[in-house]
Structures are given as structure tokens and as C-alpha cells.
């Protein structure tokens, strides 16, 4: 429901200006939020070091790393050369996945929706291909391509790829009928059809698509560098580190590298998110 | 026409009516977003006395809503009381009335339960107040739909019937809990004439049965002149009484009411307080509230 | 003479409902005339012709190394497959099996947990507050980057597998289900409050029902991304599964059995979200069938 409190505002008034922060500082969930955290952090805390505390270690939590060790963790690992470069590393590959997934699903999901012949034939390959979860490719990609950092790609843009092309479908053909008679009755060719009414119409289903794909792509780079980086030819990259974290038995790296992943794949979808709202500048809510 | 049901009596159908009567006195609503406050009803006071068919017109976002969302408890006031019978629904120290099935809302679009069946919608009510047990007020409910003449609709889902059949059997839903006031909210707003006509004459049929207290928020003045016993009409925003047409058409009306005189003169006189206010309204080119 | 019609004699009569059976004729008929079956057909057709040809015709530099259709099919249906997996041998039906309880497993922990938690979560607006904050901060970490973690929490192979499939049904369930109930349309609350329901009969007849289609939708997804992470959950640690066995016959250099598997989980996959779809049309009658009046 949209509260009184938006709609009622009359043409004309501005939207009293608060900045930002005041806004966000002003508000009960936020502060309910942090409490929230860090009542989840003490928590965690107090049951990773019961063991220590009170000699009883809890089961699973007991053996997580605590927070303030993590903490120390990344002060330490902030400083080095090849955390960073892991950032880049991973980066690169989801960038790649994701930009070639865009690039060619875009066009093959609007082929899909406005010629009938061809959804009739590209479609149900399509579909059976789909169910089948994109790391279960890694294997086979790894005997096709050339190279570990070639077969990571294309799994990357295997996972992105049937997400954008479903969204770019569906959003093109829910664009309502009317808006394509209005366009035809004012004479426009088919060329001004699809760039002014189906292109438009289908962003937002096209953002959406980028952001579930972003997700994605983030779940496949960090699977297949765990897989296929980890053995050896040492490709680096976040899954990477938190593999090798792992075969050298540091537990706090092994969360750290798990909350900078976490924070990655947060500013990729931010960007998304980002660029679809200066795109779409009449979608106010997205 | 033959009467129904006796369960249905509300007021009974000889005498005066004894309960349904609403006060509103000198109400104030005023919304405060984000600073800018605005004032949605200024100071309204009416009195309907139990058993009223009342009609509310007003030009669009003026306010009416506001008013219903305030008997019905959805929305606090700002200053001012409303009592029903003896009962003070909200005033000073009781912002917000406290939602109950002495008032039942028909809402604008409709609001059966799409999850429900119709009969299952119709006892929703007496069996969540615990008055029926759920068999007995299915029992109810589907005696109660064949009276609206709905009776082989009962298990079918909203989404499967008309708009019309659907509004009728949401009326049904409210009466089926004897409440003192039923508000409705342009209900008829969505459809054609030709329902619509249907729909009024259904309806005058209830109310000629029940003599509930109907509180009808409406924009079409014939459609108010012609089911209505008063009809109040209220100014744009901030909203106010405005005038107040007493309709002496006697019932039971049917269709050829609409064509009389007495009918004609009403709603020239009406007409030229609406219009009025609606030019007013225009002018302001506010966005409607909800 | 006009007179005061009774509401009951604007009664329609019943539509004569076709039958069944001379509906599904007249789609079946309508289809058949129409092109789209055969170019389907086509499709299908020139992907597997157009697959053949590069691995088998032309043999291709590259595409050489993967197994074609016709040497990926024989094994498959051979009583005596040389690379060790066909629809033959027990050990296929025993990755499937495993595979499947896995998943079963997982689905059915995440939906207990995730849907009442959904559902409060969008109901009780102190209790969103509350923990929402805590589902967002973790839910931008990938399921797989918990691998590690997983083997270490949890002990054996099956434990940490039955873990990252459940975390990650549990994100989209709990997220799905929260809103669902906050698309409810506020006026379904209203008409609730009006006929005096109490807070519980509004979560009961509100709330659960309304968010239904949401939930169902919430569940397909969840089973989906549960076999995605199943797949990398097995492939990293495990015994059997299909994902181990797509490895596992990688490791072996047998390429056979590898795409058997990843056909046999793309089956296997769509087949488990079919099924969910048919029990949520199954539990939201009226949902279904306002949905087919509107032709869809």
C-alpha cells in the first residue's frame, strides 16, 4: 500500500530537504538494525569462544572462528599485495561472464520475443539446457576451452546468461499491446517499434535480469575458482583465497574472504541498481 | 414485494428504525507528511439519524474517504467526535476507532477474500466473532446468498464471478453480521450503466428489507438523488458540509423515479452546488487522496 | 408497467461446461494445425544435428574432446557401458537417489524454517526490523563461499552438502514468503478488521492465503537454487550425487558418464520444480483457476 503520507503531497512542495544521513539516522529501523547486528555479532562471539570461556564448546558454532579474531585477520591481510589482487581477479572474471552474457543475451531474448518462427525453434533447446545448474558445465567447459581462465568465463556467462535471456522474454512480451497500436497508428516503422517502445519497455525486466544475474555470476566465479583455480594453475581470485584459506587451515581468513565476497557481489548489485535508476528516470521505485 | 427473512430485520420493517444513528461533530483530519500539513476535513459536523440512507457527494480527493476511513477506524482524527447510537467511536482521548462489525465497509473495488469462496466469504464473519460455528454459518450464508440471488454462485471464487455478482455478494458478507452502519465507498464506481442499474435497485431492495443505516460515498449525483434519503454534499479540500438535499421521493423507488420531475428538480439543485465545487477542485489540480 | 424486479430473477443460467475430454481434443487438434509443434520439433532437431556435427562430422579441433550425441546416447542405453554408467548400471540410480534425498532433505528443512519465518517476518513489522537487517547482511555472501566453513562446521560428507542446499532455499523462501504478505492489499486487512477478526484470524484467513501464490513461486525458485548449490556442494565434497559423479568422471578423464550426469540433473531438476508448481495449483484452487479464466 502507498502510505497517505507520499501521495498527499501536493504538486509543487518539495520534498523538505533532509540530507541523507539525517534521514536515515532519524529512522526506528535503523537503529533497530544495528541492534540487530550486534547483538548477532556478541552472540557469535560468546559461541565461538564458549569452549574457551566455559569449557563446553557448543556444536558447529563452537567452531567457528570469533569475530574479533576475523577482525584482527583482515587488519593483517588489508596490507597485502595479493588480497587485493584477488579482488581484482575476481572481478575481472565477473565482469567478463557477466558484459558477454549481456551482450548476447539481450539481443537473443528480444529475437525470442518479437519473432514467433524464431522462439519457435531456439526456445526449446533453450529450455532444456536451463535445468541444468551452470557449475555442473565446469567440468565440461575445463576439457573444452584452451585455458582455466576461458572455461571459468564461459560457465560465468553460462549462469548469467539464462537469467537475463528469461527476464528480457518475459518483460518483452508483458509491454502493453496498447502502447504498440498507439505507436502504429502514428505511423512508425517497425525500426521505431523496437526502439522506442519494445527496448524501452523491456529495461526493466533487463535490469532486473542484471541483478539476479550479477548474483549469479558472483555464485559461479567463486564455485569455479574454488574447482578449477584452486588446483593448478593458481588463477587467484576471493574463491581462491578462501580455498586456500582453507587448505592452510586459517580459519578467520577463511570468513574474511567470505564477508569480501559478500561485500563485492553488494556493490555490483548497488551499481546495477544504480545505473538502472538514471536509465529508467520514470521508474521511481525499483 | 415479499418479505425475506426475519433473521434480516435490522430495524424492523414498521415504525422508526432505533439504531444506526451517526453524529459526526465538528471533525478535523489533517495529514502531516514530512512537515507540510494538510488539511483534509475542516471542522464537518453531520447528524444521521438511525436508519438513514445517506449519500455522500463530493468532488474527487475532497475528503470523503477520509471521512468513512475515520467511522470505520482505519485512520485517526485530528479533533472532533464520532458517536454511534450512544458509543463514542473516537474523539479527543481515542484517536482511532477501534474496528468492529457494527460498522462494515463495501470498498471501493471490492475487498472478497480472492483465497474464499463466496460462501465461505459471506461467513467469515460470524464464525471469527464466534457467533456461528462454522458449519451453521456456512449454512447461513448460502440461505442468505440465494435470497440475493446468488445461490448457485456460493462455491464459486470471486475471480470467477462478474464484478457485479461479486459487489453484491461483499454486501452480503456485511449484512450477514447485522451491523448498525453500512459504509460503502463507491462501490458501484467501476461499472456500466447498465449494472450499475441493476446493482440499485438490488440494493434498494436490501435497504427496504434491513432500514440499515447506509453511509454511500459517491461522485454520481443521480445515482445519489435516486437511491438516497439525503444527500449531504461537501466542498473541495479542506472538506466541509456544504448543503444538505432532503430527497421526499417516497420508496419503495424503482427506475421510473428517474424520470419524474420531482427527480429532475433535485439534481438541479444539487448540480449547481457540486459543480461549484468540483470547478474548484480542477483548479487545484491536487492529486486525489487514495 | 415497470415493476421492482427480485434480485433472483437475474439469474444466468449455468454454462453447459465442456467436456474434459472434447476440450483437450480441440487444444490437441489446434496445436497439430498450427506450426508451432514442428518447428519445435525442428528446433530440437537442428541442436542436436548442429552438436553432432561439430563432435562427430567435422570433429573439430576442440570439440572433439567432448562426447557427441550418438557415442553419449549409446552408452547411456548400453546394458554394458564401457565408461561405467548407463541406465543399466545401479550406480546411476544410486548418484540420482542421493542426489534427490539430498535435496528432498534440504527443501523440506528450508520451507519449515523459511515459510513461518517469511511470514512473520512480513507480518510483525518489530520483529522485520529486527532481523531482516541480519538476513541482508549475510545473504550477499555466495552459498558457495560457505564451502569451506560447511566441511569444518559439520561433520562427513553428507551433513555440510544437506547444510549449503538448505542456506540457499532458505534465503529465497524467507525472502519470498516476507513478500508475499507485504503484497497483500491492504484492503484485505481492512475488510478482516471490519468483520472482527482478531489479530489471529487475520494471520490465519489473511495472511497465510494471501501470500500463497508468493510462497509457491518462492518455492520453485528455492528448489532451483537448492540443485545449483547441491551441484558445487557435491562437487567440492562428497561421496555420490550427480555433481560428485560429473567430477569425479572429469578426474577419471571419462567424459561419457559427465554429461549423462548433467542431461540426468537437468531432468531431474525441472522435474522437482513441475512438481511443486502441480502442488501449489493443486492448494490454490482459486488462484488457478481465476489464472485460466484470464486465458493464461
Known amino acids: ?286 | 414485494m415479499k418479505r425475506a427473512d426475519a433473521s434480516l430485520e435490522f430495524n424492523g420493517s414498521s415504525g422508526m428504525p432505533t439504531r444506526g444513528a451517526l453524529t459526526i461533530r465538528d471533525l478535523v483530519k489533517i495529514y502531516d507528511p514530512e512537515g507540510v500539513n494538510i488539511m483534509a476535513v475542516d471542522h464537518c459536523s453531520m447528524q444521521i439519524t438511525p436508519g438513514e440512507f445517506c449519500m455522500i457527494v463530493g468532488p474527487s480527493g475532497c475528503g470523503k474517504t477520509t471521512l468513512l476511513n475515520a467511522i470505520a477506524g482505519f485512520h485517526s482524527i485530528t479533533s472532533g467526535e464520532i458517536f454511534l447510537d450512544d458509543k463514542l467511536l473516537c474523539g479527543p482521548d481515542k484517536p482511532i476507532a477501534a474496528q468492529g462489525a457494527d460498522r462494515i465497509v463495501v470498498f471501493q473495488n471490492g475487498a472478497l477474500f480472492p483465497w474464499k469462496t463466496l460462501a465461505e466469504n459471506v461467513a467469515y464473519g460470524p464464525m471469527v466473532q464466534g457467533v456461528l460455528s462454522k458449519r451453521n454459518a456456512l449454512a447461513k450464508a448460502h440461505e442468505m446468498l440465494a435470497e440475493a440471488g446468488l445461490g448457485e454462485f456460493g462455491g464459486k471464487y470471486p475471480g470467477e464471478v462478474s464484478s457485479g455478482m461479486a459487489r453484491r455478494a461483499e454486501i452480503v458478507r456485511a449484512l450477514i453480521n447485522r451491523p448498525k452502519v453500512l459504509l460503502l465507498d463507491e462501490p458501484y464506481r467501476a461499472m456500466d450503466g447498465l449494472t450499475k442499474s441493476i446493482m440499485h435497485e438490488a440494493l434498494l431492495e436490501i435497504y427496504d428489507r434491513t432500514k440499515v443505516t447506509i453511509f454511500f460515498i459517491t461522485h454520481d449525483l443521480e445515482e445519489a438523488i435516486f437511491l438516497g434519503d439525503r444527500v449531504y454534499v461537501l466542498t473541495t479540500r479542506p472538506c466541509r458540509l456544504k448543503k444538505v438535499v432532503n430527497v421526499d421521493i417516497p420508496r419503495p423507488r424503482n427506475y421510473e423515479v428517474l424520470s419524474s420531475e420531482p427527480f429532475r428538480l433535485l439534481v438541479e439543485e444539487t448540480r449547481d452546488a457540486v459543480h461549484e465545487e468540483a470547478i474548484k477542485a480542477f483548479q487545484l489540480g491536487e492529486r486525489e487522496l487514495a | 408497467m415497470h415493476q421492482v424486479v427480485s434480485p433472483g430473477e437475474f439469474q444466468v443460467a449455468p454454462r453447459a461446461t465442456p467436456n474434459r475430454l472434447a476440450r483437450a481434443w480441440y487444444l490437441l487438434t489446434k496445436t497439430a494445425r498450427s506450426p508451432t509443434p514442428y518447428l519445435m520439433a525442428f528446433g530440437i532437431l537442428l541442436w542436436v544435428f548442429v552438436y553432432w556435427l561439430l563432435c562427430e562430422g567435422l570433429k573439430l579441433p576442440r570439440f572433439v574432446k567432448i562426447p557427441g550425441p550418438i557415442t553419449v546416447l549409446s552408452e547411456w542405453l548400453s546394458p554394458h557401458p564401457q565408461q561405467g554408467i548407463s541406465i543399466f548400471t545401479p550406480e546411476y540410480y544410486e548418484h540420482i537417489y542421493v542426489s534427490c534425498r539430498r535435496i528432498f532433505i534440504a527443501f523440506c528443512i528450508a520451507t519449515s524454517i523459511g515459510v513461518p519465518l517469511g511470514l512473520v517476518m512480513g507480518w510483525s513489522r518489530t520483529f522485520r526490523d529486527y532481523t531482516f537487517p541480519i538476513l541482508e547482511t549475510l545473504r550477499p555472501i555466495p552459498i558457495l563461499a560457505w564451502v569451506p566453513l560447511a566441511i569444518l562446521m559439520f561433520s562427513g560428507y553428507e551433513t555440510p552438502v544437506i547444510f549449503l542446499a538448505t542456506l540457499a532455499s532458505l534465503y529465497v523462501t524467507t525472502l519470498n514468503t516476507m513478500l508475499g504478505v507485504q503484497s497483500i492489499d491492504e484492503v484485505y486487512f481492512r475488510a478482516a478488521g471490519c468483520l472482527g477478526s482478531s489479530r489471529w484470524d487475520v494471520f490465519r484467513h489473511v495472511v497465510v492465503p494471501g501470500a500463497l501464490p508468493f510462497i509457491f513461486t518462492g518455492l520453485q525458485i528455492s528448489i532451483g537454487v537448492a540443485w545449483f548449490s547441491l551441484v558445487a556442494a557435491e562437487m567440492v565434497s562428497g561421496d555420490f550425487g550427480l555433481g560428485y559423479l560429473i567430477l569425479s568422471s572429469y578426474m577419471n578423464s571419462v567424459t561419457v558418464p559427465m554429461v549423462i550426469a548433467m542431461l540426468t540433473l537437468g531432468f531431474v531438476g525441472w522435474f522437482t520444480s513441475a512438481m511443486v508448481r502441480f502442488v501449489g495449483n493443486r492448494l490454490m484452487q482459486w488462484h488457478a483457476r481465476a489464472l485460466a479464466l484470464q486465458g493464461r
Open chain 1, 1 to 286: 500500500m502507498v502510505s497517505v503520507s507520499e501521495v498527499s503531497r501536493p504538486i509543487g512542495i518539495a520534498r523538505s530537504r533532509r540530507s541523507f544521513l539525517r534521514r536515515t539516522l532519524g529512522r526506528q529501523e535503523f537503529w533497530r538494525g544495528c541492534v540487530a547486528i550486534v547483538v548477532f555479532l556478541i552472540l557469535w562471539e560468546i559461541g565461538s569462544r564458549s569452549g574457551e570461556w566455559f569449557g563446553y564448546t557448543l556444536p558447529h558454532v563452537g567452531l567457528l572462528p570469533p569475530p574479533s579474531d576475523v577482525a584482527v585477520a583482515w587488519s593483517k591481510v588489508l596490507m597485502k599485495w595479493g588480497y587485493w589482487e584477488s579482488w581484482y581477479q575476481s572481478f575481472k572474471r565477473v565482469l567478463t561472464g557477466f558484459i558477454a552474457a549481456q551482450i548476447i543475451g539481450i539481443p537473443f531474448g528480444l529475437m525470442l520475443a518479437v519473432n514467433k518462427y524464431f522462439r519457435d525453434i531456439f526456445f526449446p533447446p533453450f529450455e532444456v539446457l536451463r535445468p541444468i545448474p551452470p557449475l555442473a558445465w565446469v567440468p565440461a567447459s575445463l576439457i573444452f576451452w584452451p585455458t582455466n581462465e576461458m572455461s571459468i568465463a564461459f560457465v560465468t556467462f553460462l549462469g548469467a546468461f539464462f537469467t537475463i535471456v528469461i527476464n528480457v522474454l518475459g518483460g518483452a512480451r508483458t509491454i502493453d499491446v496498447r502502447y504498440l497500436r498507439a505507436v502504429q497508428s502514428m505511423g512508425a516503422s517497425q525500426w521505431d517499434l523496437f526502439w522506442r517502445i519494445i527496448l524501452p519497455g523491456t529495461l526493466p525486466s533487463i535490469f532486473t535480469g542484471a541483478a539476479v544475474g550479477m548474483g549469479i555470476t558472483w555464485e559461479v566465479v567463486v564455485a569455479a575458482e574454488m574447482i578449477s583455480g584452486g588446483g593448478t594453475q593458481g588463477g587467484g581470485g576471493l574463491g581462491f583465497f578462501i580455498w586456500n584459506s582453507y587448505m592452510g587451515g586459517s580459519l578467520p581468513q577463511i570468513v574474511v574472504g567470505m564477508i569480501s565476497i559478500g561485500i563485492a557481489g553488494y556493490l555490483s548489485s548497488t551499481v546495477i541498481r544504480m545505473i538502472g535508476r538514471s536509465a529508467m528516470p520514470w521508474r521511481k521505485l525499483f
